[in-house]
Structure formats: C-alpha cells, structure tokens
C-alpha cells in the first residue's frame, strides 16, 4: 500500500513539472473558477413575496413584501371579480375610498362582460366620465397615470342580461432596492371574497374576510343610489354655477373695456 503510494506521488510530480501539463492544468483551474461563477436555475433569483396579513379582513391595509427581484422596478397587480344584478335594463356598482398610492406608473381597469356599454364615473373635485362601448357583449375602460388620492368611483351601463360581470384590475409600478420592495394596498373599496394579486410572474389567490361592521356586498341599495343621484346633479348644478359666473364676469369686463374706450 506504502509502495503504492510513493508510486503515485512520483508520477504526479513528474506530471506537474511537465511545462506542456502545467499549462493544461492551468486552463482547467480557470475553467472551474469560471464555472463556479456561472449562475445556475436553482441559484438565480425567484421573486418570492409574502402577503401580510396572510389572512387579511376588508378594510385591512395589506402588505406586500417581495424579496430576489430583479432591476430596479417590480409590477404589481390587484384584482377582483363582482357580479352585479340588472334592473331594467342598467347596472350600476360604487367603489368608495378607492386610494391611489405615490407615483404615476399606475393603470386603472374595468372589464364588463354582458353589457351593451360602460361608464366609469371617477370624483376628484367634480365626476369625470370615460364610457367604453361594447363589442361582442365586452367593454373595457382603462386610464393610466392616474393622480394619487382618494376617490369615489362609480361603474354603470346598459344591458339586456340578468347580470354582468366586473373585472376590476389596478396596477402599480413599485421601485426595488437590492432585490426587495414592500407595498401596501388598502382593501377598504375590495368586496370579501376572493382577488387575486400578481407581482412579476408569481400570481397569488388571496380570500378576502367580510368585517363584522363591514356589508360583504357593497352594491349600493337603493337609497345609496338616490344619494349618489343627488351627489352627481349636485355637482353638476355646481358647476354650471361656476360657468354662468366665468361668462357673466367676462361679459361685463367686456362691457366696462367698451364703455372705457367710449
């Protein structure tokens, strides 16, 4: 065995003091150096994230933590599904408190499935309307870059089924520092039950619990609707208050720069 040894220690330092070995044991150290750098699958980032809480309740404030990301920004995703009834021939479905967070890298989407049209209603200061009509029974609205705030927003239209379906998406671009972000979103304008959230290619099923002083349903009733009415020809009257002011004001600069040149 002792023999056997010597044996080989011998041909090793032969080998090794061979210049022509020498150089292709130097290429084959570089080789594994090179290869241990080399990123393999299992080692490259996954983009995992967690939700917290895992068990939110409406009007939760969830947060959302991604770690192994990739470049400076990660996509975020949230959206639900409602079923909303027909009456004579139109439907209708109100959003309250729906929070827009910092930045502008943000989409707002509506997809209604079984209507003849739609109309998103938004309130800033006075409601804006954007109306999509329907092709094939499906209409969509989508506006990026909305403004961060709080908003009112109501969705409605016409249509000759029983119910339609809303698909209700938001999107958000979120900076990434050293591979991880954290982003929060507020379930208050979410209905309990089931939504969805998909940051980069990881989607996510999440169940949404009603709160005990929280309706799961927030269709509005029809003493809701009558307030919204109110609401809408309010503003409405205010602004035609404000444009009948505008015009009477120019009208009488008008008047007095003629006198004055008289």
Do not use: H
């Not at 804006?128 to 329907?134: C, E």
């Amino acid at each position: 065995m002792l023999s056997e040894g010597i044996t080989f220690v011998k041909f090793a330092s032969a080998f090794i003091q061979n210049r022509s070995n020498r150089k292709k044991l130097k290429l084959l150290f570089c080789l594994s150096v090179l290869l241990c750098l080399i990123p393999f699958p299992g080692n490259a980032a996954t983009n995992s994230w967690e939700l917290i809480p895992e068990n939110p309740v409406v009007g939760d404030t969830i947060e959302i933590r991604g770690a192994d990301f990739a470049g400076e920004t990660a996509d975020v995703w949230v959206s639900f599904e409602k079923d909303v009834r027909v009456s004579d021939g139109k439907y209708e479905y109100l959003l309250d408190d729906v929070k827009i967070p910092p930045g502008f890298n943000n989409r707002f989407t509506v997809q209604a499935i079984g209507v003849d049209d739609l109309n998103v209603r938004v309130k800033m200061i006075l409601w804006i309307t954007i109306t999509g009509t329907a092709k094939e029974g499906e209409a969509t609205v989508s506006q990026a870059g909305v403004p961060p705030g709080t908003y009112k927003i109501r969705l409605d239209g016409k249509s000759n089924a029983s119910d339609v379906k809303l698909r209700i998406t938001g999107f958000q671009q979120v900076k990434v520092d050293s591979g991880n972000f954290s982003y929060k979103y507020d379930t208050k304008s979410i209905p309990a039950g089931n939504f969805e959230i998909k940051v980069g290619d990881v989607t996510k099923q999440v169940t949404l619990q009603p709160a005990e002083s929280l309706p799961s349903d927030i269709t509005p009733s029809s003493e809701q609707k009558e307030g919204q009415k109110e609401d809408l020809s309010r503003d409405w009257k205010g602004s035609n208050i404000w444009i009948e002011g505008i015009l009477a004001g120019m009208l009488l600069l008008l008047l007095y720069s003629r006198i004055k040149k008289r």
